[in-house]
C-alpha cells in the first residue's frame, strides 16, 4: 500500500494550510521545541552537578529532561535514598552500565519512582537523553506502575 505517505501529505497540507491562513499561532499550540547545539551545558543536581544539557525543566511539576555527554571511564554510585521521580535512559551513542545492564547506541532504561537511581558507568563514554518524571500522587497508581 502506497497510500500512507499519501495521507500524511495530506494532513501536513491541511495543518500548513490552517497556519497559513492564521487559525494557528505558536501560542495556541502546546509544542515546544529547543536546538541542542544552542544549549550551553550547566551543573544539574540530579547527577551531581554533572554537566548536561536542560532541554525541558518545569519547577512546578519536578520534569526534567537532558542530553548528557558520559565521559570515559565515568562511575557513579547511585542514588542512596529512593526518588520521588522516575528516571528514563535512552542511549544516543556509546555505551552505558545502568546497574548490572548494559545499554547500547538507541537501548532504553527505565527506573520507576520510590527506587533508588541504579549506579552509572561507561568505559568508553555514551551520548544520551535522560528524563525524571515525578511519581503519581495516587498510591494506587503509582502501584500499577
Not at 48 to 57: D, E, I
Not at 102 to 111: C, I, K, N, T, V
Not at 129 to 139: I, Q
Request: charged share 20%; hydrophobic share 45%.
Amino acid at each position: 500500500m502506497v497510500a500512507a505517505p499519501r495521507v500524511a501529505g495530506l494532513a501536513l497540507a491541511a495543518i500548513a494550510g490552517i497556519a497559513a491562513a492564521g487559525a494557528v499561532t505558536a501560542a495556541d499550540t502546546p509544542v515546544f521545541y529547543r536546538q541542542a547545539a544552542a544549549i550551553s551545558p550547566e551543573p544539574v543536581g540530579e547527577f551531581a552537578g554533572f554537566p548536561g544539557k536542560v532541554l525541558s525543566r518545569n519547577a512546578g511539576t519536578g520534569r526534567l529532561a537532558l542530553e548528557l555527554q558520559i565521559p570515559a571511564g565515568f562511575r557513579d554510585r547511585g542514588a542512596r535514598e529512593p526518588g520521588d521521580r522516575s528516571f528514563e535512559v535512552v542511549v544516543l551513542d556509546g555505551q552505558l552500565g545502568f546497574g548490572k545492564e548494559s545499554l547500547g547506541p538507541r537501548d532504553f532504561g527505565y527506573m520507576p519512582a520510590g527506587l533508588r537511581r541504579p549506579k552509572l558507568t561507561s568505559v568508553s563514554g555514551a551520548r544520551l537523553l535522560a528524563f525524571f518524571d515525578p511519581a503519581p500522587a495516587d498510591p494506587a497508581i503509582r502501584a500499577r506502575l
